[in-house]
């Protein structure tokens, strides 16, 4: 290893500066969205199955509700714009716009060349947790998903029941597309009640058990019609391994709530991004 440049530890030393300042960030009428979900009815459910995942649609101005039911279990949650499955989530701007976790208030964002809000976060009762000693926290956009080609790389092994395979199935159940081509539109996650961060000496990703109790939910407001897709992670509570049948694992539920007439005055649904893209050409 080469000796550090002699003002090494000045170097060390400079202030970091946040990348993506958000208060230019279009804000958010948390007041609005949560006096028009009072008077909310619910539509739709959708029981996942442990070591599955399931599609459901929710309307533009509708809430949707995931609740850890039976046991503590970890969501690999993907979202689509439900008629142009090209604007996905983008779980990477989101971590840059919003930090490595989110929670009330904060949005999940699309892809380019859309980026926009997906879905707003309106409740976590999992707000409570914060960061804990070891830099955890919960529902990240830090991890990808877990996925059967890195456990082939790591162990050899031939396991389908990872989240990117319970995705990608569900996805093709519910759009009538062919296995290959769902696979390709399965993208990186929503980590809904995993604990997860970075370890301080290595900086290597960590998982620990999710705090998540039957009874906690994360909810979000659709800021555009969406297609989701929620994986009950193979992990559980993702407390030792996933890629395996070994852990624990429960059901996650879902449920859409439809806002009352006139409820949502002063809300509209955000335009794709005003970047003209033409790359300087
Ligand atoms: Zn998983």
């Not at 859309?114 to 960061?131: C, E, K, S």
Request: glycine fraction near 8%; charged fraction near 20%.
């Amino acid at each position: 290893m080469p000796n550090p440049p002699s003002d090494a530890a000045a170097r060390r030393g400079i202030a970091p500066v946040i990348c993506y300042p958000n208060d230019t960030l279009p804000s958010v009428d948390l007041d609005l969205l949560l006096d028009a979900r009072k008077s909310a009815r619910k539509t739709a459910e959708v029981l996942v199955p442990p070591r599955d995942a399931r599609c459901f649609e929710v309307p533009a101005g509708h809430f949707f509700r995931i609740t850890s039911v039976e046991g503590p279990q970890v969501g690999d949650l993907n979202l689509w714009n439900l008629h142009d499955l090209n604007e996905r989530f983008y779980s990477g701007k989101t971590r840059a716009l919003h930090g490595t976790h989110v929670t009330t208030g904060e949005r999940l964002w699309s892809s380019f060349p859309f980026l926009r809000p997906m879905a707003t976060i309106v409740a976590d009762t999992l707000d409570w947790y914060g960061i804990d000693q070891y830099g955890g926290s919960v529902h990240d956009v830090i991890g990808t998903r877990c996925d059967p080609y890195t456990g082939n790389l790591l162990s050899g092994t031939q396991y389908h029941h990872c989240c990117h395979s319970n995705l990608t199935r569900a996805l093709a159940d519910h759009t009538g597309l062919e296995i290959p081509v769902a696979e390709r539109l399965v993208h990186d996650v929503l980590n809904v009640f995993m604990c997860t961060g970075f370890t301080r000496d290595t900086g290597q990703y960590f998982m620990k058990a999710s705090p998540v109790r039957p009874g906690d939910y994360l909810e979000f407001f659709a800021e555009i019609d969406l297609l989701g897709d929620l994986s009950a992670c193979p992990g559980g509570d993702c407390s030792s391994e996933h890629s395996s049948d070994t852990a624990a694992c429960h059901p996650l539920l879902v449920e859409v709530f439809a806002p009352a007439e006139g409820t949502l005055s002063g809300w509209q649904s955000p335009a794709p991004n005003g970047y003209d893209r033409t790359h300087g050409r």
